[in-house]
């Protein structure tokens, strides 16, 4: 699960009003003989010679359309940027599809997984934090696409009660016997994350406002599902100028995360038969986050348009988040 990121945009600046220069006219008095021959007589203004035409890159220049936009008066950062990302994440989930084997450690491994309907949730909870190392380009002079390749260590706690009614033997689940249990489940995260995306950007002088997506493929290191997740984001804020060139934004929005994962594991040790058997559990369940939608605070400071230094804090009912990045651009 990953965050995004940097934020960016365009300024919005008057080009300067080109100031011609005029000729002084020359002291009266007699022109020198010498001068007058040296004269010559100037050509009529529609046979002046025209300038040769300024010489046109052949390389592929980005973004696409900067000239056009220097020409209107737009100030463009630096093409391309690295970043690196620090993300701390605290979520909250809910599962589904609780499937479970329980038996004795050695025939449980080939048994297969049988559905629980009844199974209520007590506490879903993930906590990871990212490493994360991104490379950006902006392919238009509004338009900046990503990509980034990251770490994520971590786990997940799942407090769940299920009926074994139907996984043990009847004669273990006559009454007075209790067959319902609390199981604990608590999956280790692990995992090599890769994030595509892109950003739509605006600006004037003394505001911004920047449109995120992205798509995020969490690999596990281990005999459990990839993740998958879709962030996106709206930043909105002012820009305001600091000394030595440099530049503070501080901006507020709303962000938005979809995530859809599955989680395999098992317990040894933890699950009892009612005779008091220890047994093995294996479970397979699937997680997603019912909070989709939460708030977002943030501020970029920005060097010599070259270094930027970034934090933001994303809170809600599903959990928040904190980046901090540090970029530069070329």
Not at 83 to 96: E, M, Y
Not at 192 to 199: A, D, I
Not at 211 to 226: G, P
Request: hydrophobic content about 40%; overall charge negative; charged content about 20%.
């Amino acid at each position: 699960m990953i965050a995004l990121d940097d934020t960016a945009w365009v300024s919005l600046v008057v080009p300067p009003t080109p100031v011609q220069e005029v000729a002084a006219a020359p002291e009266g008095g007699p022109t020198p003989p010498d001068a007058e021959q040296s004269v010559v007589p100037a050509a009529p203004a529609s046979d002046a010679p025209v300038p040769p035409p300024e010489p046109v890159s052949k390389g592929l220049r980005l973004p696409f359309g900067r000239d056009r936009a220097l020409a209107r008066g737009y100030e463009l950062p630096r093409t391309a940027g690295l970043s690196i990302l620090l993300v701390g994440n605290h979520q909250k989930l809910d599962a589904g599809d609780l499937a479970v084997a329980i038996g004795t450690p050695a025939g449980v491994a080939g048994r297969t997984l049988t559905p629980v309907p009844f199974v209520t949730t007590d506490q879903i909870k993930a906590h990871n934090h990212v490493v994360e190392f991104k490379a950006d380009v902006w392919l238009f002079p509004y338009l900046n696409l990503f990509a980034s390749i990251g770490r994520t260590n971590g786990g997940m706690d799942i407090a769940v009660n299920i009926d074994l009614t139907g996984l043990l033997p009847p004669v273990l689940c006559r009454p007075p016997a209790d067959c319902s249990r609390d199981l604990r489940f608590h999956a280790e995260i692990d995992n090599t994350t890769l994030t595509f995306g892109g950003m739509v950007s605006y600006g004037a002088e003394d505001w911004f406002a920047a449109l995120l997506a992205s798509r995020t493929l969490s690999m596990s290191s281990r005999d459990r599902s990839d993740i998958t997740s879709t962030d996106a984001g709206l930043r909105v804020g002012p820009r305001l100028k600091l000394p030595s060139n440099s530049r503070l934004a501080l901006y507020g929005g709303v962000n938005y995360v979809d995530l859809d994962t599955t989680v395999e594991g098992s317990l040894s040790g933890e699950v009892r038969d009612p005779a008091g058997a220890p047994l093995t559990l294996r479970y397979r369940t699937s997680l997603h986050n019912p909070w989709k939608w939460s708030g977002l605070v943030g501020a970029n400071f920005e060097f010599a348009r070259r270094w930027n230094l970034q934090a933001e804090q994303v809170f809600g009912k599903g959990g928040d988040r904190t980046v901090v990045s540090a970029s530069v651009r070329f």
